[in-house]
């Protein structure tokens, strides 16, 4: 079964074989250090960023959108620096 609805583009998981793909064709040669790490970090901060936003900064919808507490979304509000 598939992921993708129609004409609405590829699903999330294609989308970031694709990103990835093209960090490490980016890379060369070059080994990336820690990709786990780095992919995961930019991925959490940039999905609370985004839900936030698609709140109006409510913290306690966001966390509720998100599945998490207030008390770990304020801390990864304070980890990304997005106050």
Do not use: W
């Amino acid at each position: 079964m598939s992921d993708k609805l129609p004409d609405q583009g590829p699903c999330l998981h294609e989308f970031v074989c694709c990103v990835v793909r093209q960090y490490l064709d980016d890379m060369g040669d070059t080994p990336p250090d820690n990709l786990h790490g780095l992919i995961m970090g930019e991925a959490e901060r940039a999905l609370v960023e985004t839900v936030l936003e698609h709140t109006g900064g409510n913290q306690s919808r966001a966390a509720g959108i998100l599945g998490i507490t207030r008390t770990t979304l304020r801390n990864r509000i304070r980890r990304y620096d997005l106050e």
